[in-house]
Every structure is written in C-alpha cells, then in structure tokens.
Nanobody, 114 residues
Framework: QVQLVESGGRLVQAGGSLRLSCAASGRFLSTYNMGWFRQVPGKERELVASIRNIGTTYYVDSVKGRFTISRDNAKNTVYLQMNSLKPADTAVYYC????????WGQGTQVTVSS
C-alpha cells in the first residue's frame, strides 16, 4: 500500500512559479513510475508529466519547456516545478504512483490569476 500526500498548491499570478511536492509513505517510490495529473471541473483528468523509475520523463505539449518533473528516491518524494504559469494551468493537481490503476493523492489546488 502507498499513501501519497501532495503539497505546494496555492494562488499565484500569471508568469509566476510553484513547486508541487508529493511525499509517499508505505512503499519506496523508486519502484514506481510516477506522474502528475490535473483536473478542472467538467473535464477528464489529464496527464501533465511523468517520470519512470529509470528516469525517463514525459510532458504534455502544453507544459513542455515550463514544467519539470523530478524525483528524490532518498526522500521518497516527487516534485513538479512549474514556471511561467498561465491561467490555463489552473486545476487540481494529483500525484500518481503506478499508473491510473495505481495510487492517488488527495490533490492540491493550483490557481493562476491573470
């Protein structure tokens, strides 16, 4: 069993930066592929970025060059550094371990004001 707790979401102005953190307990994250998803009301949850246990990363086109996913296996934590934020990035951000059938955090709200 894995428990995931996200933090770092808040209100920020367009052009600003945030770093989201996802702390895990129960299992070592190093064994899992990790991802950050986001969801806005009325829309499906969207994969934003992922990092495999071997370090390979993926980004959805809309965040390429602005977001960076990383992991610190020693701290059992995954991060999402978000720069040059846009109002379109406003969403609840969820941490995921092991794919959509795996484990989810409770979400953290990111609001970008124009």
């Amino acid at each position: 069993q894995v428990q995931l707790v996200e933090s770092g979401g808040r209100l920020v102005q367009a052009g600003g930066s945030l770093r989201l953190s996802c702390a895990a307990s129960g299992r070592f994250l190093s064994t899992y592929n990790m991802g950050w998803f986001r969801q806005v009301p009325g829309k499906e949850r969207e994969l934003v970025a992922s990092i495999r246990n071997i370090g390979t990363t993926y980004y959805v086109d809309s965040v390429k060059g602005r977001f960076t996913i990383s992991r610190d296996n020693a701290k059992n934590t995954v991060y999402l550094q978000m720069n040059s934020l846009k109002p379109a990035d406003t969403a609840v951000y969820y941490c995921n371990a092991g794919g959509t059938a795996g484990y989810w955090g409770q979400g953290t709200q990111v609001t970008v004001s124009s």
